[in-house]
């Protein structure tokens, strides 16, 4: 029944690392190479954490919370790091209910590769939004699905909502 409680599962996550073989992490690259937001769907960024679309969703509007640190463990995390963490993942909620008009939000962690993270060396968080319909089809395949979505318009549709009064 664990699946039930994970849709987020990085089962695809990892394959978008493009710097996978040079040990590269796609997250410290997020905050290493501030000119790429786009091409990297960053919807929000600031020195500390930064708030991507997952580019293997779960479904639409599946988005990544992510800290600077490059660090396995939640508790690793300075306090001021995990306050704008759990800052941003329920202002960013409240935009997805908003935007997406969901029937409800799975939102968590993955922390260690045998819970199912893609990239277990770099904690983030994952938002999820979901549906009265979809319950069915993930208990029957219990694993992430495959969806098609226009991540390049979901990405232009949610900008504007990160660009102001997001998170202080
Ligand atoms: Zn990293």
Not at 52 to 57: A, E, G, K, R, V
Not at 92 to 103: A, G, L, P, R, T
Not at 117 to 137: E, L
């Amino acid at each position: 029944m664990d699946k039930l409680y994970a849709p987020w599962r990085d089962r695809y996550v990892h394959t978008q690392i493009k710097g996978e073989q040079s040990g590269a992490c796609v997250f410290c690259e997020v905050f290493t190479d501030t000119q790429s937001d786009e091409s990297r769907l960053v919807l929000f960024r600031n020195q500390d954490i930064a708030v991507m679309l997952n580019l293997y969703p779960y479904n639409g509007g599946h988005l990544l919370v992510v800290p600077k640190n490059h660090v396995a463990e939640y508790y690793e995390l300075p306090e001021s790091i995990l306050h704008q963490l759990m800052s941003a993942t329920s202002k960013s909620m409240q935009i997805i209910k908003k935007e997406f008009n969901c029937d409800g939000i799975n939102f968590g962690a993955n922390v260690g590769r045998a819970a199912g993270a893609g990239i277990p060396q770099h904690v983030h968080m994952h938002i999820v939004p979901r549906f009265a319909g979809d319950t069915g089809f993930f208990t029957t395949i219990g694993e992430s699905k495959q969806v098609s979505v226009d991540l390049e318009k979901i990405y232009k549709n949610l900008k504007p909502h990160f660009d102001k009064n997001f998170i202080g």
